[in-house]
């Protein structure tokens, strides 16, 4: 997942922090009864990189649902740049990142065009990015 900030946040929002604390949880709408992340608390930084690991099950995929807004968390906050990604407008929020699933569905062309397959990305976002 890459955050670039080309969105009418851009004013009060310059994608610097990620956060995820206060214990985040998430329990599936669909699997209430159980938790599938639990305790997590995380800070990630504007053009740094990170790993997420762990086991089979461990929430890796649940955490970067969370982080798309794909579902709620249950407990804790999400915060981007303190707002917490809740407040804000679901579309722009999800313009401003670009993200590569586990197991991604390619076009047959380069890495760099599938890349560029979004609403509002232009070679020009990436070229500067
Ligand atoms: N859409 C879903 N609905 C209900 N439960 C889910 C859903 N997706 C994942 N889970 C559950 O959440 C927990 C964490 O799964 P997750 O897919 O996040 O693990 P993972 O670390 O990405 O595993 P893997 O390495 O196999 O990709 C598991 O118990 C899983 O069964
Ligand atoms: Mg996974």
Request: include cysteine; hydrophobic fraction near 35%.
């Given at each position: 997942?890459?955050?670039?900030?080309?969105?009418?946040?851009?004013?009060?929002?310059?994608?610097?922090?990620?956060?995820?604390?206060?214990?985040?949880?998430?329990?599936?709408?669909?699997?209430?009864?159980?938790?599938?992340?639990?305790?997590?608390?995380?800070?990630?930084?504007?053009?740094?990189?990170?790993?997420?690991?762990?086991?089979?099950?461990?929430?890796?995929?649940?955490?970067?649902?969370?982080?798309?807004?794909?579902?709620?968390?249950?407990?804790?906050?999400?915060?981007?740049?303190?707002?917490?990604?809740?407040?804000?407008?679901?579309?722009?929020?999800?313009?401003?990142?670009?993200?590569?699933?586990?197991?991604?569905?390619?076009?047959?062309?380069?890495?760099?065009?599938?890349?560029?397959v979004c609403p509002g990305c232009t070679h020009e976002v990436f070229d500067s990015d």
């Amino acid at each position: 997942m890459v955050l670039h900030c080309r969105s009418k946040f851009a004013d009060d929002c310059d994608c610097t922090k990620l956060t995820c604390r206060h214990n985040v949880e998430l329990r599936y709408p669909s699997r209430p009864g159980v938790l599938s992340l639990a305790g997590v608390s995380i800070h990630m930084e504007r053009g740094k990189s990170y790993a997420f690991c762990g086991t089979s099950g461990a929430g890796k995929s649940s955490i970067l649902a969370v982080l798309q807004r794909f579902y709620n968390i249950t407990s804790g906050s999400i915060t981007l740049d303190g707002k917490d990604i809740r407040a804000m407008d679901v579309k722009e929020y999800r313009n401003m990142m670009g993200y590569v699933s586990q197991e991604p569905v390619l076009f047959e062309e380069t890495i760099r065009w599938n890349l560029l397959v979004c609403p509002g990305c232009t070679h020009e976002v990436f070229d500067s990015d």
